[in-house]
């Protein structure tokens, strides 16, 4: 799966759908190509409830630039606000603003996008699924309901012990073979 190229929503589901509308109408792809945008979290997975956002990771080496670039396009749109913040010792510019019903949540960091953890959490995740029943869906799904994140979500119907975000992010080096035998062990009860 190309999770690089949005596309692939237009062939999804209601949600995935719309989301492409919405990036398409945003052009968001286009004017921000400069910072190697990429859609991940929950709803190109097709997990997403209700109140899911879109998560756009880019590629930010100089946040003053990438700030006036999107504030140059979106700050007239309703609920814009930037957050600079320090995780890891590593600024991150967050941007969010709505366009119709999708919260929309820009995040720019200093690594190629294909190599930041929320793009690296997808792609683990999407192997997952793409190996699990309907059941194991459905589980994920039921937990987001209850307001547990995605990768605390996949961590408890896993039985993974640990930090979430770190233990999930471990899975991605096992192979296809590991995680269908991590995934028979587990009872799918939330």
């Known amino acids: 799966m190309d ?51 879109l998560d756009i990771c880019c590629e930010v080496y100089q946040p003053q630039s990438f700030m006036q670039t999107v504030s140059n396009r979106y700050s007239r749109l309703p609920g814009f606000e930037v957050h ?24 720019g960091h200093p690594l190629p996008t294909i190599q930041q953890p929320a793009y690296r959490h997808m792609v683990v995740e999407h192997r997952i699924l793409q190996l699990a029943n309907a059941n194991f869906w459905e589980g994920i799904k039921e937990l987001k309901r209850k ?19 770190d233990t999930v992010l471990s899975l991605e080096s096992y192979s296809d073979e590991q995680l269908q035998q991590l995934i028979r062990t587990v009872s799918y009860h939330t």
């Not at 062939?11 to 052009?27: E, F, I």
């Open 84 to 107: 600079p913040t320090i995780n890891n010792n590593i600024l991150t510019t967050v941007i969010q603003f709505r366009h119709g019903q999708w919260l929309i949540e820009l995040f």
């Open 147 to 165: 307001g547990i994140k995605t990768e605390p979500a996949f961590a408890q119907l896993l039985n993974l012990p640990g930090e979430p975000y």
């Open 3 to 53: 999770f690089t190229n949005p596309i692939y929503l237009q062939r999804g589901n209601d949600r995935q759908r719309s989301a492409y509308q919405t990036l398409n109408n945003l052009a968001l792809f286009s004017h921000l190509a400069d910072f190697q945008p990429v859609l991940t979290g929950t709803v190109p997975l097709g997990i997403d409830i209700p109140d899911s956002d």
